[in-house]
């Protein structure tokens, strides 16, 4: 009789996150690392003259899995991070023209108004606006200048302090618009005269034209960390050998989502796992073929 080949695993092929009470799964494909940490404590019984425990008794487990993924979707991001039913939004279908946030009053509340200040900032027809985020400066009753915070789509930045502009925009009144260079955006006027108080200013975030998009909130007041099946699997191996584990109830801790130059990003995440008493189990690895 000779020894039976032994029981091996190789690589990582994926990883699915189960919800426990939809059922609905959605896969990790891009994962570069599982570290689970099952190990236990043992609590020994220490004293008088012996060198070595009278006794050993079981203590905590360690209960922890880090994962490492270079995969950001929505609904990744919603079981390891979190969220609320305001701290998320997803746009399927995207923005077919683009999309321009309302202006908010940041200092002051002169800079926007419908009557005699800025009623909004709108796409220029038929064009495809630079993304970001703008802040808009009164420097005179009726002119402004133009600050965006970054420049992927090749914006010229005119002074150190990321001005765009120029030279200052005159903001038309009786609702006439004027565009900003350079971005596809216009400023729509207020109704009335045009008479805002110098120093103010406004914000306003700008989408391009995409076919998709999303926003997830971390940290938010309405919060929640679901519970999730996590499953992992190594790569099949020749034979039609296969591993897996399956871990029934684990809770995320938040995210770090970690980012280096000329790098792809990763995703860095630590789960608590937690005893299922329904299976009985905390955690279960198979093992078919060898």
Same mark, same amino acid.
Request: hydrophobic letters at 40%.
């Given at each position: ?72 979707d929505l609904n990744i991001l919603k079981y390891l991070q979190g969220y609320g039913a305001a701290t998320y939004s997803e746009n399927a279908s995207g923005d077919a023209t683009g999309n321009v946030t309302a202006v908010i009053n940041e ?62 925009? =005159?903001?038309?009144?009786? &609702? !006439? ?5 350079? *971005?596809?955006?216009? /400023?729509?006027? @207020? ?42 699997? =190594?790569?099949?191996?020749? &034979? !039609? ?5 399956? *871990?029934?109830?684990? /809770?995320?801790? @938040? ?36």
């Amino acid at each position: 009789m000779t020894l039976s080949n032994p029981t091996s695993m190789f690589g990582l092929h994926m990883a699915t996150i189960r919800d426990r009470v939809t059922k609905e799964t959605h896969p990790m494909r891009i994962i570069m690392e599982a570290n689970p940490d099952f190990s236990q404590e043992n609590i020994p019984l220490q004293g008088g003259r012996s060198p070595f425990p009278w006794a050993t008794a079981p203590g905590y487990a360690e209960a922890s899995l880090s994962l490492t993924i270079a995969q950001y979707d929505l609904n990744i991001l919603k079981y390891l991070q979190g969220y609320g039913a305001a701290t998320y939004s997803e746009n399927a279908s995207g923005d077919a023209t683009g999309n321009v946030t309302a202006v908010i009053n940041e200092v002051g509340t002169s800079a926007v108004n419908a009557t005699t200040g800025v009623a909004s900032v709108q796409v220029k027809s038929g064009a495809n606006p630079v993304f970001g985020d703008y802040i808009l400066e009164v420097t005179g009753a009726d002119t402004v200048d133009i600050y965006l915070n970054n420049n992927l789509d090749g914006v010229t930045f005119q002074t150190d302090d990321m001005k765009i502009t120029s030279s200052a925009l =005159t903001v038309p009144g009786t &609702g !006439g618009t004027i565009e900003i260079p350079g *971005v596809n955006l216009e /400023i729509v006027g @207020g109704s009335g005269t045009i008479a805002m108080t110098t120093g103010d200013k406004l914000s306003f975030s700008v989408r391009p034209v995409n076919t998709y998009n999303f926003e997830l909130a971390g940290g938010a007041s309405d919060e929640v960390k679901p519970e999730f099946e996590l499953f992992i699997f =190594t790569e099949k191996l020749p &034979g !039609g050998m296969y591993r897996a584990l399956h *871990v029934p109830r684990v /809770i995320a801790n @938040g995210v770090s989502p970690s980012m280096e130059a000329k790098g792809w990003a990763q995703l860095e995440s630590e789960l608590m796992v937690q005893y299922d008493s329904a299976l009985d189990y905390a955690w279960k690895f198979r093992s078919i073929g060898r």
